[in-house]
Structure formats: structure tokens, C-alpha cells
């Protein structure tokens, strides 16, 4: 049975296996983030649009690093295209195995061609960011564009992702995808 002193030092090295082995990232993690989808032909807002920040979590493994959902949160654009995710109420005390997060946004009717971050080594969505988005015109068009959520994401956490997705299954003559009911409280 190793002493007092083995156990300090494996809990050590464990821990430095854990820092080195983990995202590590000194960037912007738990917001807020802002920015605006904008229609590139006409250069005006998108409004309507579903914005999701996603964190995973990384779960050391002795054969590979695998990655979990953690949590998520939404926002809606507003009529000028804008969105603000708030900042994530109550962050891990320990957060360096949360990666930063997926940003993912959707548009119905819409395919994104090109992020703009001002300045142009700005953090996305911290610093000024602009989403450029083509609107599709064709029905086979619209019909070739992916209309799923994030994977491995609990429908329950993106609901005004879905509702967005929705909009675009119903142009298409798709059914739409079930949002889970709104827990009511006591």
C-alpha cells in the first residue's frame, strides 16, 4: 500500500497528465456573444435566425480523449439580424476540461458563406462578428441543405434551434421535428 508521500505525488502527476491532456484554451469561454446574420445580397438583418452556443466536455481516457455535451444555450435574431447569447450564469469552479464553445447558427432559407470578425484576430462572436448568408432560391437547392441540428445535443436544450429548422422542413413539405414541452413549474 503506497504511503502518504506515493499518493502525493500520483495525485500530482495526475493532475499535470490532466492539465496537459485537456482544451486549455485562455480565450473568451462563457460569454456573452454577440453578433448579427446578415442577407449578403441585400445587406440587411435576418431576423428569426436560431444561434446555439454549445460546450463540450473533455473526458480524459487512457486510450483516446473523448468529448461529452455539457450544456447549451439560445438565442433568437432580432429584426436587425443581431443576437446576444448571455453570459453562462454559473460556470464550473474547475472549467479546463470544458472546451470553448460550438457556435452554431440557422437561418431558414439561408446558406452562411463567410464569418467576419472585426478585428480580424478577434475571438468570434466576442469580438464585432458577421455572419454573410446567401439566400437559396430553388426549391432542389433548399432541398440539398442540411436541416438537422447539432449532433449529440438534447432537443430539450434547442428548441428555438428546432423551431428554426421547422420553418425550413415546412417549405419542403417535411414533417417537422418534435420540440419536447416546456417543463411547467409548481
Given amino acids: 500500500m503506497p504511503g502518504p508521500r506515493s499518493r502525493l505525488t500520483l495525485a500530482l502527476i495526475a493532475l499535470l497528465v490532466a492539465a496537459w491532456s485537456t482544451p486549455g484554451e ?14 449578403q445580397a441585400t445587406g440587411k438583418g435576418i431576423a428569426g435566425a436560431a444561434v446555439i452556443a454549445i460546450w463540450w466536455k473533455n473526458e480524459p481516457n487512457p486510450v483516446q480523449m473523448n468529448r461529452s455535451f455539457f450544456d447549451a444555450t439560445e438565442a433568437v435574431t432580432d429584426a436587425e439580424g443581431r443576437f446576444e447569447i448571455p453570459r453562462y450564469a454559473k460556470p464550473p469552479f474547475f472549467d479546463f476540461q470544458i472546451f470553448l464553445p460550438e457556435i452554431t447558427y440557422f437561418a431558414p432559407g439561408y446558406l452562411s458563406l463567410r464569418k467576419q ?18 439566400r437559396i432560391e430553388t426549391r432542389e437547392a433548399l432541398a440539398q441543405k442540411s436541416r438537422s441540428g447539432p449532433a449529440a445535443v438534447p432537443l430539450d436544450k434547442m428548441k428555438e434551434f428546432t423551431k428554426a429548422v ?7 413539405g417535411l414533417s417537422p421535428i418534435t420540440i419536447p414541452a416546456q417543463e411547467t413549474k409548481p
Wanted: proline content about 8%; hydrophobic content about 40%.
Fill in 26 to 39: 485562455t480565450s473568451e469561454k462563457w460569454g456573452p456573444f454577440r453578433g448579427q446574420l446578415v442577407d
Fill in 166 to 172: 421547422n420553418v425550413e422542413r415546412a417549405l419542403l
Fill in 117 to 134: 470578425v472585426t478585428p480580424s484576430d478577434g475571438q468570434p462572436f466576442v469580438a464585432e462578428t458577421t455572419i454573410f448568408m446567401e
